[in-house]
C-alpha cells in the first residue's frame, strides 16, 4: 500500500532561497516543455517526452536563454531532478489529454504555469536524499530540519518540496506493508451520509454535523487583504507608467509592502484550507474507522458550483474532497464505500412507506408524507435511505448480519435503486498525500476494502 507523509520544513534563509530557486527552474521547464510539444501538436505530431527531454538536455548548458549574466549554466546550481521530472509530468498529462479525447469526453491540453498562480513544488528522487530522524538531508542544501519524523515504515519511493504561502513541505512516498497501513475499526454500523450547505453531513442516525464553513468567517479580512493588494498593484503600475491591460512579459516594480501584502493574504488563504481540510480529515476517519459501510450519493459537484448563490456555501464546505478522501481512506479500515447514483431521489421517497414525493422543492426542509403521514426531515430521510440503500447492496454481497430490511420498498438490493439510480460500490482506491500531512487518494494504493 503506497502512504505519503507531508512534513513541515523549518528551513534556514538560503534554503528557503534554493527551494524557491528549485520551484521556479521546475516551473520555467515545464513552460519550455509544453511550448515545444505545442508546436508538434501543431504540426500533427504527437508530442514525445523524452524526445524533449534528449533536445533540452542538449541546449540546458549552451542556449543564451539558460545562461547567467556572466554566461555560466545556471542551471548546475539546480539538483538535475528539479529540471528532469518535469518531462515526466508532461507525458502523463498529454496521455490523460488523448485518453479522454479517445473516450469522448471534455478534455483540455495541458497549460502553462505562471509565477504565483500555481504550486511551487519540484521532485526529488528516492536515491538523492535520506531521512535521519527529525532531519532530511537533500541535495545541494545539505540538512534540513523537519518538524516531526516519517511515520510510515517501509521503501521510500520518492518525495517532493513544495510551499503553502510562506512554508515549506517535504511530501514522502513510502511503500507500506498491508499489515502496518490497515487500521481496526471500532464499530460495524452501516450509515448513510447526505451532503448539505446548512449542515456538512447529516448521518442516518438523526446526527448533524455543522462544517466550519472557514471561508465565510475570513471573507471580511480576506477582501480587505485584497483591496490592500490590489492597491499596491495598481500603485506599481502608475509608478511604471502602463494603463489599461499589463503587456505580456513586463514585470511591474515590487515593493517591500506589496511583497508583505501578497504574503498575508496566502497566508489567510492557507489558514482556510488547513481549516476545512482538518474538519474533512476528522470526519471521513471517523465514518470509516465506525463503520463496515458508508453510502454517500454522487454529487454532480461541478454542476453544483454553477450555482451562483450556492457554489460559495458548497465549496466552503467541501463535497468533493470528502468523498474523495472517504475513497483512499476505506481500505484502510476495510470499509466499503456505496456510491448511490446522482438521479437517485433520496430526498423525495419516504423512508416509511417508499412512496416518492415528486413535487417536494429544494427549499422545503421537511415534509409529510401523503401516503403514510410520516413526518420526514429532509436531509434525515435522504440519509435514511441512503442507509438501507448500502445495506441491501452488501446483503446482496456478503450477507451481512447488520443487515435488515433490504432497501428502500421499490428497489432490488444492489442493483438499481427507485428512480432509475445504480449503486456502486467502491472497493479498490489510491492514497498519496495532501495539504493536511494525511495521505490522500493518488494513482498509485489499490488495496481491497475487504
Not at 490523460?96 to 469522448?104: I, N
Not at 515549506?168 to 464499530?187: C, H, I, K, N, Y
Not at 471561508?215 to 495598481?234: P, T, V
Not at 416518492?356 to 401523503?370: F, M
Amino acid at each position: 500500500m503506497l502512504l505519503a507523509h507531508r512534513i513541515t520544513i523549518d528551513p534556514t534563509d538560503g534554503q528557503r532561497e534554493y527551494f524557491a530557486r528549485a520551484a521556479g527552474t521546475a516551473r520555467r521547464v515545464w513552460n519550455w516543455g509544453l511550448a515545444e510539444s505545442l508546436r508538434q501538436v501543431a504540426s500533427g505530431c504527437k508530442p514525445n517526452a523524452m524526445a524533449l527531454k534528449k533536445q533540452f538536455n542538449a541546449i540546458k548548458y549552451l542556449d543564451p536563454a539558460w545562461l547567467d549574466a556572466d554566461g555560466n549554466p545556471w542551471l548546475r546550481s539546480v539538483h538535475r531532478d528539479a529540471h528532469a521530472q518535469p518531462f515526466a509530468n508532461l507525458a502523463k498529462a498529454w496521455s490523460r489529454y488523448f485518453a479522454q479525447r479517445r473516450a469522448g469526453e471534455k478534455a483540455y491540453p495541458p497549460r502553462f504555469k505562471k509565477k504565483g498562480r500555481c504550486t511551487d513544488s519540484f521532485y526529488i528522487a528516492n536515491d538523492k536524499f535520506r531521512l535521519d530522524g527529525k532531519t532530511a538531508v537533500l541535495p545541494k542544501v545539505g540538512r534540513v530540519a523537519l518538524r516531526e519524523a516519517l511515520r510510515w515504515p517501509g521503501r521510500i519511493l520518492g518525495a517532493s518540496v513544495s510551499r503553502e504561502a510562506e512554508q515549506w513541505f517535504l511530501s514522502v512516498q513510502v511503500e507500506v506493508p498491508d499489515d502496518v497501513a490497515r487500521r481496526r475499526r471500532t464499530g460495524n454500523g452501516i450509515v448513510g451520509v447526505d451532503l448539505g450547505v446548512s449542515s456538512a453531513a447529516t448521518l442516518s442516525t438523526s446526527e448533524k454535523i455543522s462544517a466550519p464553513r472557514p471561508l465565510r468567517g475570513a471573507l471580511r479580512r480576506l477582501r480587505i487583504r485584497s483591496r490592500r493588494l490590489s492597491r499596491k498593484l495598481e500603485s506599481a503600475r502608475t509608478t511604471a507608467g502602463i494603463t489599461g491591460r499589463i503587456p505580456k512579459g513586463t514585470r511591474l516594480p515590487v515593493s517591500k509592502n506589496r511583497t508583505k501584502g501578497a504574503l498575508a493574504l496566502a497566508r489567510l488563504q492557507a489558514r482556510i484550507a488547513r481549516v476545512r481540510r482538518d474538519f474533512t480529515h476528522k470526519l471521513t476517519t471517523r465514518l470509516c474507522r465506525e463503520n463496515q459501510a458508508v453510502a454517500i450519493e454522487g454529487l454532480n459537484v461541478k454542476g453544483m458550483l454553477a450555482n451562483s448563490r450556492l457554489s460559495r456555501a458548497i465549496a466552503d464546505v467541501g463535497f468533493y474532497e470528502f468523498r474523495r478522501q472517504l475513497l483512499y481512506k476505506a481500505p484502510r479500515y476495510g470499509t466499503d464505500i456505496v456510491l448511490a447514483d446522482r438521479w437517485y431521489p433520496s430526498s423525495k421517497l419516504c423512508s416509511h412507506c417508499g412512496v416518492r414525493n415528486a413535487t417536494l422543492a429544494l427549499g422545503e426542509r421537511t415534509w409529510r408524507c401523503a401516503a403514510c403521514g410520516a413526518h420526514h426531515d429532509r436531509d434525515v430521510n435522504a440519509a435514511i435511505n441512503l442507509q438501507r440503500l448500502a445495506t441491501g447492496a452488501l446483503a446482496a454481497r456478503t450477507a451481512l448480519p447488520e443487515a435488515s430490511r433490504a432497501v428502500t420498498p421499490g428497489t432490488a438490493a444492489g442493483t438499481g435503486p427507485a428512480g432509475g439510480g445504480k449503486v456502486t460500490p467502491v472497493r479498490d482506491e489510491h492514497g498519496q498525500q495532501d495539504g493536511s500531512g494525511q495521505e490522500e487518494n493518488g494513482a498509485h494504493l489499490c488495496a481491497r476494502s475487504r
